[in-house]
C-alpha cells in the first residue's frame, strides 16, 4: 500500500494496497490540510499505535498458544480468528474511519489464528516459530534502515511491480483455495522441492517488499498531514504485511525442515 519518491511528495496520494492490505482513495491526505496540528497523524503516534496492536497480538496468541500445547481444542479459534480477522480487514480497507476502534479487534483475531498456527508449526519441527520470528524481525529492521538511509528507492515502477505481484500472489492463493475443493492442488506451491522452495522465497520476497510500501505511506501521511485516526491505518498496514511475511516465514522454514 504506498507511495514512492517523489511521486508521493507532488500530491500523488494514491496509495496501491497489496492482499489483505488497506487501499487509500486519492485525495485522503490532501482533505486533512486543514486539521490542527494535534489531530494530524504522526510517525511516533503510527509506531506506538503499532506496539500497542503487537501488544494485542501477542496476547492473544498466547491464549491459542497454551490451549494447543494443554491439549484443548483450538481449531475453531483459529478459523474463527481467521474468518473475522479477514472482515474486520476488509471493513478497515474500504472505511479507514473504523480503524481505530476495529484494528485493536483485528489484532485479537490474528493472534487467535497465528497462536494456534504457530504451536501446531512447533509441534511438527521444534524451534521453527522462533526462526520465523526472528527472520521476520531481522527483514523489518534491514528494510526500515534501508528505507530510512534511501538505500531503496520508491518509484512509480518499485509500487506498480509490488503491487502486481502481490496481486498475482493472491490469486494464485485463491486458486489453490478453491480448487481444493475439488480435491486439487497449484503445482509446486506446497511443495517442498527445490521449485516450491523457490515459489516461497519469492513469496517471501514480495511480502518484505510490501514492508517498504508501508513505510513510506506513514511518512507520507504524516508529512501531508493525514487525520490522526491514520495512525491506526498506517500501524494496521503495517501489521497485516508483517502477519503475511511471518506465515510465509513458517512454510518456507517448514518444507525447508521437511526435507531432512
Not at 485522503?28 to 490542527?36: D, K, M, N, V
Not at 494535534?38 to 499505535?49: A, D, F, L, P
Request: charged content about 10%; overall charge neutral; some cysteine.
Amino acid at each position: 500500500m504506498i507511495n514512492y519518491g517523489q511521486s508521493t511528495r507532488r500530491g500523488d496520494s494514491c496509495v496501491i494496497g497489496r492482499s489483505g492490505n488497506p487501499t487509500l482513495r486519492e485525495g485522503t491526505f490532501q482533505e486533512s490540510g486543514q486539521l490542527a496540528s494535534g489531530q494530524r497523524m504522526t510517525i511516533e503516534g503510527t509506531v506506538n499505535k503499532s506496539f500497542i496492536m503487537l501488544a494485542i497480538l501477542l496476547g492473544a496468541a498466547f491464549v491459542t498458544w497454551s490451549m494447543y500445547n494443554n491439549g484443548q481444542e483450538v481449531f475453531g479459534l483459529m478459523i474463527g480468528g481467521a474468518i473475522a480477522g479477514l472482515v474486520l480487514a476488509l471493513i478497515v480497507s474500504f472505511k479507514p474511519t473504523t480503524a481505530p476502534i476495529l484494528v485493536p479487534i483485528y489484532a485479537a483475531c490474528e493472534g487467535l489464528f497465528l497462536g494456534a498456527l504457530s504451536a501446531h508449526y512447533q509441534s511438527l519441527y521444534n524451534g521453527i516459530t522462533q526462526q520465523a520470528a526472528l527472520l521476520t524481525m531481522c527483514v523489518f529492521i534491514a528494510l526500515l534502515v534501508a528505507y530510512r538511509f534511501r538505500l531503496i528507492q520508491a518509484t512509480k515502477n518499485f509500487r506498480l511491480g509490488v503491487f502486481a505481484a502481490t496481486a498475482g500472489i493472491a490469486l494464485v492463493y485463491l486458486l489453490s483455495f478453491v480448487l481444493g475443493f475439488f480435491g486439487l492442488s497449484v503445482p509446486y506451491l506446497h511443495d517442498n522441492n527445490w521449485i516450491g522452495i523457490g515459489i516461497s522465497l519469492v513469496i517471501v520476497v514480495v511480502a518484505a517488499l510490501n514492508l517498504v510500501l508501508d513505510f513510506d505511506f506513514i511518512e507520507t501521511g504524516a508529512e501531508q498531514g493525514a487525520p490522526k485516526y491514520m495512525e491506526w491505518y498506517g500501524a494496521f498496514g503495517l501489521m497485516v504485511t508483517l502477519v503475511w511475511l511471518y506465515i510465509e516465514m513458517l512454510r518456507l522454514l517448514a518444507k525447508l525442515a521437511s526435507r531432512d
